[in-house]
């Protein structure tokens, strides 16, 4: 009996009539409640339906993509044993959450080429730039900004491949980083 359900979602997936979990980014401002953000996405760009993650992309997420995440301060991370911890300054909170991207068997050549201060949401926080290649070498390039506030890290990240993507849409993602606010 299982196999007769497995082979007709296979069979409805095939055909087109299960749908992938993306819709088109609203004209107004978005609210992530599980993020606890509002903001603002561009036109034209797609939106995944996840709980855990605000996913966002124009033109599919190996071209680029912008993640919206809240990490609870006691959370462990994928990729490293380094914690957030409560009352951290905005570059040690980049220390670790540079540390679990760093750490991911998909990046290789991991480079952090700028952290620096930076405001979101009305909060201290951090803005760093990173490069690094995936499992089949190709390149790429990405923005990260952070802040804590209470016992969540927000973290707000574009990646796109270095050459094209990346600058193509760089400027819609300060967009959107400019339009987060917190719904507390």
Request: aromatic share 10%; with cysteine.
């Amino acid at each position: 009996m299982r196999k007769v359900f497995v082979t007709i979602a296979v069979v409805l997936l095939l055909s087109g009539c299960i749908k992938r979990p993306w819709t088109p980014a609203p004209a107004a401002e978005h609210v992530a409640a599980s993020q606890n953000v509002r903001l603002m996405l561009p036109e034209g760009w797609m939106l995944s339906n996840r709980e855990d993650v605000l996913l966002a992309t124009r033109d599919g997420v190996q071209l680029q993509h912008v993640i919206v995440v809240a990490i609870h301060v006691d959370d462990e991370l994928k990729y490293t044993k380094k914690t957030f911890k409560r009352g951290m300054l905005p570059l040690e909170q980049a220390g670790v959450i540079l540390d679990n991207m760093a750490s991911s068997p998909h990046r290789a050549a991991f480079k952090v080429h700028s952290k620096k201060p930076a405001q979101v949401a009305g909060h201290q926080a951090f803005c760093t730039e990173v490069t690094f290649k995936d499992d089949d070498g190709l390149r790429y390039r990405g923005v990260l900004y952070g802040f804590m506030q209470n016992d969540w890290f927000y973290l707000v990240r574009y990646i796109a491949p270095d050459r094209h993507y990346f600058a193509r849409d760089r400027e819609q993602f300060e967009n959107i980083v400019r339009s987060i606010r917190l719904m507390v």
